[in-house]
């Protein structure tokens, strides 16, 4: 590919905040978007964490810094701001911050009829109030303001397209972040101008600190009965590594997908295709 095929994929010159950014997919995306030239703000409630992650990739030579972020908190979304416009803007806001709850989970021991609604909230409001809704609204307007827009790119999953077991409120939180997205793209488009778009991906099995103990077992590190049928409904035969998400986010957040928004792409090993049969 020509070298000016290429320049659409740069990053160069972008700012870009990760919420989530201490989390092992966030890491792997900081450092893509930091290798495709941007500047990276890992944002996590774990300021210490995410510092420590930023550290590696300035170890690297890229551009990173660590930031205390709290998503379900406005007051600290609005000191975010505050700081990114004193570093120049936001042009690139990629949603990471998430997550399942086991008290939010059906189990052998306990029924969706007796899940308590409480773990349930927690669940939604982390995926999609702070997930999706609460960044967009509060750092929105850095882009709004930027006179070259921006891209806010969301984390869905997989359980959006083929609803998974047991995770009952994950998965409704986050099929609401691929309607956000879709409405958000719309009206982002329509009130402010095309040149800020808006996208997911969505991840389909990795493994992470959240989910290793339900794929894999804890003593002989093989696949648990889930992992296993996982595995068996992925074409590609394999779990996802971090890494595999990075090249659809800098394509996404780059100039290559500047008539793409309003979508959500899987990144799943063909998961979503795989009938079974």
Same mark, same amino acid.
């Given at each position: 590919?020509?070298?000016?095929?290429?320049?659409?994929?740069?990053?160069?010159?972008?700012?870009?905040? #990760?919420? *989530? %950014? =201490?989390?092992?997919?966030?890491?792997? +995306? !900081?450092?893509?978007?930091? /290798?495709?030239?941007?500047?990276?703000?890992?944002?996590?409630?774990?300021?210490?964490?995410?510092?420590?992650?930023?550290?590696?990739?300035?170890?690297?030579?890229?551009?990173?810094?660590?930031?205390?972020?709290?998503?379900?908190?406005?007051?600290?979304?609005?000191?975010?701001?505050?700081?990114?416009?004193?570093?120049?803007?936001?042009?690139?806001?990629?949603?990471?911050?998430?997550?399942?709850?086991?008290?939010?989970?059906?189990?052998?021991?306990?029924?969706?009829?007796?899940?308590?609604?409480?773990?349930?909230?927690?669940?939604?409001?982390?995926? #999609?109030? *702070? %997930? =999706?809704?609460?960044?967009?609204?509060? +750092? !929105?307007?850095?882009?709004? /303001?930027?006179?070259?827009?921006?891209?806010?790119?969301?984390?869905?999953?997989?359980?959006?397209?083929?609803?998974?077991?047991?995770?009952?409120?994950?998965?409704?939180?986050?099929?609401?972040?691929?309607?956000?997205?879709?409405?958000?793209?719309?009206?982002?488009?329509?009130?402010?101008?095309?040149?800020?778009?808006?996208?997911?991906?969505?991840?389909?099995?990795?493994?992470?600190?959240?989910?290793?103990?339900?794929?894999?077992?804890?003593?002989?590190?093989?696949?648990?009965?889930?992992?296993?049928?996982?595995?068996?409904?992925?074409?590609?035969?394999?779990? *996802?590594?971090?890494?595999?998400?990075?090249?659809?986010?800098?394509?996404?957040?780059?100039?290559?997908?500047?008539?793409?928004?309003?979508?959500?792409?899987?990144?799943?090993?063909?998961?979503?295709?795989?009938?079974?049969?």
């Amino acid at each position: 590919m020509e070298a000016s095929a290429l320049s659409m994929f740069s990053l160069a010159g972008k700012r870009a905040l #990760l919420t *989530g %950014g =201490a989390g092992v997919l966030c890491h792997a +995306l !900081g450092r893509g978007l930091a /290798r495709a030239g941007a500047e990276v703000i890992l944002g996590d409630l774990r300021g210490d964490a995410a510092e420590s992650a930023a550290a590696e990739l300035r170890k690297e030579g890229l551009k990173a810094h660590g930031m205390t972020l709290d998503v379900l908190n406005p007051d600290s979304l609005a000191e975010a701001a505050v700081q990114l416009q004193a570093r120049g803007g936001l042009d690139i806001l990629l949603n990471g911050a998430g997550g399942n709850q086991p008290a939010a989970t059906v189990s052998a021991e306990v029924s969706f009829f007796d899940l308590p609604l409480d773990a349930l909230r927690r669940v939604v409001d982390l995926n #999609l109030f *702070g %997930g =999706a809704i609460l960044p967009a609204q509060r +750092l !929105g307007p850095l882009m709004v /303001r930027n006179p070259n827009g921006g891209v806010i790119l969301n984390i869905s999953s997989i359980t959006t397209f083929r609803p998974m077991t047991r995770v009952v409120g994950y998965s409704a939180a986050k099929g609401a972040v691929n309607n956000f997205t879709q409405w958000l793209a719309v009206h982002v488009a329509r009130e402010h101008g095309p040149k800020i778009r808006v996208n997911a991906i969505a991840p389909g099995f990795f493994l992470t600190e959240q989910n290793r103990y339900l794929l894999t077992d804890k003593d002989t590190g093989k696949f648990t009965a889930r992992g296993e049928a996982i595995l068996a409904h992925t074409p590609m035969g394999r779990l *996802g590594d971090p890494d595999d998400l990075v090249g659809a986010a800098v394509w996404l957040c780059s100039d290559a997908a500047r008539f793409v928004t309003g979508i959500v792409l899987p990144i799943d090993g063909g998961f979503s295709a795989y009938s079974g049969v």
